[in-house]
């Protein structure tokens, strides 16, 4: 079946240092969600890639959709201590309902 | 705006007992999913309703578990008998349509002793 991995797993960094976290799916993907879960909090959707090779920017955050729609990434410049959290992508198969998360990436971000 | 409740937030009931989990999706939404998050294996689909109608429940782990939608306002998740391995957070979430953002309640964390 459809498999969704990210990587890393884990992630320390300093605070002010950059991060990024890559999602690969097993499949084509139609369309990619990204979500963000606090220690303790449950999943907050950040945003929603379309189109191949997107690339769209939320403040310190960059997101990028592959040209082949099977992959993705997450960048966060100069990280601070409320970007702790763990960061999961979500891939969508064109004509279905169901999206399937990634393993996640636990960033932990060291004042 | 309300976001999607879910009840109990917690709940911790020993093995053998019935458990009723419970969310009210975002008005207006017309699909709810139901979740299941352990550190072992991430965050699973369990069903998928849409309009009331359960689509998918192929994620559900077995006869234990079932979940019905008796309206656009409720659902519940039930497990009979449970099970230590069912301990775990249950999230419910809706969304205006299957491809659009999800959004989430605050779960149910579940412990069987």
């Known amino acids: 079946g459809q498999q969704v991995m990210q990587i890393p797993q884990y992630q320390h960094v300093q605070e002010g240092e950059d991060f990024t976290t890559y999602c690969n799916s097993s499949t084509t993907l139609s369309n990619i969600q990204w979500y963000k879960q606090r220690p303790g909090g449950h999943p907050v959707f950040l945003i929603q890639?379309?189109?191949?090779?997107e690339v769209k920017k939320q403040k310190r955050l960059t997101f990028q959709f592959g040209e082949a729609k099977k992959n993705s990434s997450l960048h966060i410049t100069a990280t601070q201590t409320t970007d702790v959290g763990t960061y999961f992508c979500a891939g969508g198969t064109s004509g279905t309902y169901k999206y399937i998360f990634g393993t996640g990436t636990r960033l932990k971000v060291l004042a | 705006d309300a976001g999607v409740i879910q009840s109990p937030r917690h709940e911790v009931t020993e093995m053998g007992q019935e458990v009723t989990l419970r969310c009210k999706p975002i008005s207006g939404h017309n699909s709810l999913f139901w979740y299941r998050q352990t550190m072992m294996r991430g965050l699973e689909l369990l069903i998928y309703?849409?309009?009331?109608?359960?689509?998918?429940d192929s994620g559900m782990p077995e006869d234990r578990f079932s979940a019905k939608m008796p309206n656009a306002s409720f659902s519940t998740l039930k497990i009979q008998p449970s099970e230590p391995r069912d301990s775990a957070v249950y999230f419910c979430a809706s969304s205006l349509s299957s491809d659009q953002p999800q959004h989430f309640g605050d779960g149910t964390r579940l412990s069987i002793l």
């Open positions: 309703f849409n309009n009331n109608v359960p689509i998918d």
């Open positions: 890639l379309v189109k191949s090779g």
